[in-house]
């Protein structure tokens, strides 16, 4: 599967953003997640949702302010980002792997085989 990002830019702080994550095949087989890079640090779990979508899991640094959902019908996946601030500059990335319970998501990296290029998202202050 391919997956493709967009949906990034420049924003001020305490502005929002959504990102659309497409793939070039069905989503509903796969659970999702997005994932973030800034420049000098190590690439960290955004967002993760289960194949249904009916479970979610956040990182620490964006519970409240970002939701992550996905329509399977339109395969995609989407981040709303809100109350955005310079710390959540980064290039995203979308993933997806293939799971075999409707409630299964993943939260590390390594569990991801397929990946989207990044979108940048620069919050400026």
């Known amino acids: 599967v391919q997956l493709q990002a967009s949906g990034g830019g420049l924003v001020q702080v305490g502005g929002s953003l959504r990102l659309f994550c497409v793939s070039s095949?069905?989503?509903?087989?796969?659970?999702m997640g997005w994932f973030r890079q800034a420049p000098g640090k190590e690439r960290e779990l955004v967002a993760a949702?289960?194949?249904?979508?009916?479970?979610?899991y956040y990182g620490d640094s964006v519970k409240g302010r970002f939701t992550i959902s996905r329509d399977n019908a339109k395969n995609t996946l989407y981040l709303q980002m809100n109350s955005l601030t310079p710390e959540d500059t980064a290039d995203y990335h979308c993933?997806?792997?293939?799971?075999?319970?409707?409630?299964?998501?993943?939260?590390?990296?390594?569990?991801?085989?397929?990946w989207g290029q990044g979108t940048q998202v620069t919050v400026s202050s």
């Open positions: 993933a997806a792997e293939i799971a075999y319970t409707l409630g299964s998501y993943y939260t590390r990296a390594g569990q991801y085989d397929y």
């Open positions: 095949g069905r989503t509903s087989v796969y659970a």
């Open positions: 949702i289960s194949r249904s979508g009916s479970k979610t």
